[in-house]
């Protein structure tokens, strides 16, 4: 390598590396002027960030052969899980589904003294029959969590809200009674 184009005051000496001498850019420097190159270039390809890579289509449309295809028969589940994703239905088909199996998800000694009130993104609520059920099954929420992420799927019930004993109110009508209201004393 030859260092006459270097000025004298720079030129390297016996063993002393060229690091020394000129001065390199940082590596981070580097990597994102090569990422901004490179998203320039996408962007005037018209490629956005997140774009799935476009496949190469055949010349001529294959209605048949070895491979399954779109015109093959489905089962009724691939079928019913495509309606159910296209229209949004899976909270609901999740809750109709927990309805139908609350005892066996719960056990039928916790069935009995908790009902179902409402499914709504991810929130389970349900009442209690009375303040010490309440309480404890407000204990035993981690347990049924784990229970509904094995019967219904990860992540369909991500919390549950535990109402207590619902009553008569008292604070309305002709023969109303001024006082505490409910004797309850849950939540």
Not at 3 to 26: A, C, H, K, M, S
Not at 42 to 62: C, M, N, V, Y
Not at 95 to 103: E, H, K, L, V
């Amino acid at each position: 390598m030859s260092f006459e184009n270097f000025p004298p005051q720079r030129r390297p000496t016996e063993g002393q590396p060229l690091r020394d001498i000129v001065e390199l850019l940082p590596e981070r420097q580097v990597a994102a002027a090569a990422l901004n190159r490179a998203r320039e270039a996408a962007k005037a390809r018209g490629i956005r960030p997140g774009d799935a890579p476009r496949s190469k289509r055949p010349l001529e449309t294959q209605l048949s052969g070895a491979a399954a295809g779109g015109r093959d028969p489905q089962t009724l589940a691939t079928t019913l899980g495509g309606v159910i994703g296209q229209f949004g239905w899976g909270a609901g088909v999740t809750g109709g589904t927990m309805q139908a199996r609350w005892a066996q998800i719960l056990g039928e000694q916790v069935a009995e003294h908790a009902v179902y009130q409402s499914f709504e993104r991810g929130v389970l609520t349900m009442r209690a029959s009375s303040t010490a059920w309440a309480n404890n099954l407000k204990f035993s929420v981690p347990a049924m969590l784990r229970n509904f992420a094995e019967e219904l799927g990860e992540g369909q019930v991500t919390e549950i809200v535990v109402l207590g004993p619902g009553g008569p109110g008292f604070g309305r009508g002709p023969k109303r009674v001024q006082g505490r209201g409910e004797r309850d004393t849950f939540g």
